[in-house]
């Protein structure tokens, strides 16, 4: 850009240009509504609990489940995160400016630049990567501390279930023993490093859906690649995403059910057995490490034997039959020669979560307060400006692409009936619900270029906004 008088002359204008073009794209009206419902939410949720009504969830924070703030986390309080905020930004702007001329290599590189630097916002490497697995005395790493011999422990897993911490005894033994095998390779910054490299496979998995989704269903002239590109960058700055994509095993989760998405695409446009293969390894890999895979089982169900149904394709039916198979020959195996009896520990899991039983009867208020509040943190995490895109563009998606809008509403679908069903009681939505948020940011996917470097501008925003005022430590 020139610098001198004239070139100022044609930068200004354009500057003002670009900017005034920027704020007539924005949904202000929805983004206006969206932070008064938050506000609302807030309020009443305060002052419910002010009155004594035992709602299960937090103070202030509302509808974040856990917030203890900057000074409890950050070494050197909200002014040494300032260095990485600047840098997560810069980074931002080059991504905004660059996405589209880069090649794909380098927005993934970029876009997992953005993850580290965004979690760095905490303080240093020991606040971003290390603390978050050894903090408390309740996590997974506590529990794989004392695993001793692996396969002795996976045997007694259904007896001792119950006398595990909190986040252990809730999930399959499997979630312990990741921890435990890298604990024992590389000690707790063994175990910090291999999730980070394991987690930020996220990026790539991401692209790689992202495009055969949008393969055949590109519209201004711009290809699937650039689209992908787009996205991603979004993806890797989602709130969620970038705060807890690298730091807990719900990032490993994630993973598994990207794969497992992948999969999906790729068998419903072509049965052969590569594709196959991903959607029962994304299938087997994410059920091992959550109960929560059986949200897996309802959306193939759903998507299956609707394009079975009104399309004439069985390609994702049977797909899902053989997973389906291979899920139940895994399960009695482990049962077989492992002792391990996974459909004991689900219903174990299902009880310890919920021991009154359906917490609509044995606690209304509770129920309902919790179910605001998982729903409200999902939102807030995808960020207040791209819910407010994707409210306007969803529509589009809906009547353009049929499977793409049939994708994205089945995944919604299934997740909010998870949550009328009592999952999730103690909120964390956006942690152990990381793998909501791919068929929530496909309902964007059809939007112009521009559209989607917005979005990644409000999620970045956002993104080193929250990082810097405090963690969300879990």
């Known amino acids: 850009m020139s610098i001198g008088p004239v070139g100022m002359k044609i930068s200004l204008p354009l500057i003002r240009n670009a900017l005034s073009e920027f704020a007539n794209r924005q949904p202000w009206m929805a983004v206006s509504l969206i932070l008064i419902a938050l506000i609302v939410l807030n309020t009443g949720n305060e002052a419910l609990l002010n009155a004594g009504f035992a709602l299960g969830t937090p103070h202030h924070s509302f509808p974040i489940s856990l917030f203890p703030g900057s000074p409890n986390f950050h070494p050197n309080g909200p002014a040494g995160s300032m260095p990485y905020t600047i840098l997560f930004l810069v980074l931002l702007f080059f991504a905004v400016r660059s996405v589209r001329r880069l090649a794909v290599p380098w927005v993934l590189v970029l876009s997992s630049a953005l993850v580290l630097s965004g979690n760095l916002i905490q303080g240093d490497f020991s606040s971003a990567f290390v603390r ?73 998995l991401f692209y790689v859906t992202a495009r055969a989704l949008l ?43 990207l794969i497992a998405l992948l999969g999906l695409v790729l068998t419903d446009r072509k049965l052969n057995v590569p594709n196959v293969a991903i959607l029962t390894a994304g299938f087997s890999l994410a059920n091992a490490l959550t109960f929560g895979g059986t949200f897996l089982i309802a959306v193939l169900g759903i998507v299956g034997l609707y394009r079975a149904v009104r399309s004439r394709s069985y390609n994702l039916l049977i797909g899902s039959l053989a997973t389906f198979s291979f899920g139940i020959l895994l399960i009695v195996a482990a049962h077989r020669f492992f002792q391990y009896d996974h459909l004991r520990a689900f219903f174990t899991a299902a009880r310890l979560e919920n021991p009154d039983g359906f917490r609509l009867l044995s606690d209304p208020i509770g129920y309902l307060g919790t179910r605001v509040e998982g729903l409200a ?87 080193a906004f929250m990082q810097t005022i405090g963690n969300y430590f879990w």
């Not at 396969?151 to 911490?165: A, D, K, P, T």
């Not at 994509?245 to 059910?257: E, G, K, Y």
């Not at 400006?385 to 089945?410: C, K, N, Q, T, Y």
């Open 215 to 257: 393969l055949h269903h590109c519209e201004d002239g711009r290809s699937a690649k650039d689209a992908a590109k787009a996205l991603t960058l979004v993806y890797s700055v989602l709130p969620a995403v970038n705060i807890y994509s690298v730091i807990c095993l719900d990032a490993l989760i994630a993973v598994a059910f």
């Open 132 to 204: 978050p697995f050894t903090a408390t005395t309740v996590q997974y790493y506590h529990d794989a501390a004392r695993v001793g011999a692996p396969l002795l422990w996976l045997r007694s897993f259904n007896e001792s279930q119950v006398h595990l911490l909190c986040h252990s005894r809730t999930h399959p033994p499997f979630a312990v023993l990741i921890h435990s095998v890298f604990l024992s390779l590389g000690g707790i910054t063994g175990l910090s490093c291999a999730f980070v490299v394991l987690s930020l496979t996220q990026i790539p």
């Open 377 to 463: 943190e999902i939102l807030l995490f995808l960020g207040v400006g791209v819910l407010g895109i994707l409210m306007r563009e969803f529509p589009r998606v809906m009547h353009a692409d049929g499977r793409i809008g049939l994708l994205s509403v089945s995944g919604i679908v299934v997740f909010l009936l998870m949550l009328a069903s009592g999952a999730f009681p103690t909120g964390e939505t956006a942690r152990c619900c990381l793998f909501i948020y791919p068929y929530l940011l496909i309902c964007g996917s059809r939007s112009s270029f521009s559209v989607l470097r917005d979005m990644a501008v409000w999620a970045g925003i956002q993104t």
